[in-house]
């Protein structure tokens, strides 16, 4: 009997001991830190690349002191802390929450441009279709919600110091769907998708007449309507591509596309 009393009264010790470094080991090491300690040790851990401490910081800041100086300050470094460690959605998430609380917030042009940037370098957007198999599985979501949010900063702020950048974005964000959409339409050209080639390009020369890739989509309809044996409409956009391009040879044309514009590296 006595045994088993020992036995239980060594497990209880056990489990008791064993509850106390539990709490130990939950213990927080901000307890008693002041707000200004807290948002320092927060961007010293953000600078250092501690982005997960830096995030942890910035939350216990906002959320101990959610009417302080420092909370809407906070909740800009998450934003950008999720920014730098590739946590896209995350970051989206944050900064769709500050433009939603703090619409007239004096610094609410930097979330519009992070917005754009965490679009811009998201790795399954741009130019990530050159290297897919069917580049119509690979539609640039990603782009185009960037170019919506360079162009909502320069339409809402055009004063902004983000603006410039945001400006120099936006074309290359024009041309890389242009070159997306001639992608696209080389790729049913050479599968005999005539049809729905020719449209394709007719997207670039609508959307994006200022474009380089204009060019190459010429090229594209004059080959889809020759082979669909429609020869006005081929000859009408031969004279187009000669005008602008001083071209004066359909062969030239089609040895032009005989390389997919999108491997001239290979």
């Known amino acids: ?28 090491e ?13 961007k010293d851990e953000l600078k250092a690349g501690n982005y997960e401490k830096a995030i942890k910081y910035f939350e216990k800041l906002e959320s101990r002191y959610p009417f302080g100086a420092y909370a809407q ?19 989206l998430a944050a900064v769709e929450r500050f433009i939603r609380l ?41 782009a185009r919600d960037a170019f919506d949010a360079f162009k909502q900063l320069i339409d809402r702020f055009p ?5 410039e950048d945001a400006r120099d ?6 041309e890389a769907m242009a070159q997306y959409e001639v992608h696209v339409a080389d790729y ?17 020369i609508r959307d994006y007449p200022a474009s380089p890739s204009v060019r ?12 669909l044996g429609m020869k006005d409409l081929r000859d009408d956009a031969e004279r187009i591509f000669q005008l602008n391009y001083n071209t004066n040879s359909a062969a030239q044309i089609n040895a032009e596309t005989e390389k997919p514009w999108w491997k001239l590296w290979k």
């Not at 049913?188 to 670039?204: K, S």
């Not at 190459?216 to 082979?227: E, G, M």
Request: aromatic share 12%; net charge positive.
């Open 1 to 28: 009997m006595l045994k088993k009393f020992l036995t239980l009264a060594v497990v209880a010790l056990a489990l008791v001991m064993s509850g106390c470094g539990s709490l130990g080991e939950k213990r927080d």
């Open 30 to 42: 901000t307890k008693g830190w002041s707000p200004d300690k807290l948002y320092a040790e927060a």
């Open 73 to 91: 300050q906070a909740q800009m470094e998450v934003a950008y802390a999720y920014y730098r460690q590739n946590e896209q959605a995350q970051c």
């Open 102 to 142: 703090h619409p007239n917030h004096p610094n609410v042009d930097y979330m519009y441009y992070l917005r754009g940037l965490a679009n811009f370098n998201d790795k399954k957007g741009l130019f990530d279709f050159i290297s897919s198999q069917d580049p119509t599985e690979r539609d640039p979501k990603a």
């Open 159 to 163: 004063d902004s110091k983000y603006a």
């Open 169 to 174: 974005r936006l074309r290359y964000l024009v």
């Open 188 to 204: 049913y050209l050479r599968r005999g998708a005539h049809v729905a080639a020719i449209n394709r390009a007719q997207t670039v």
């Open 216 to 227: 190459n989509a010429l090229r594209i309809q004059i080959r889809a309507y020759d082979a």
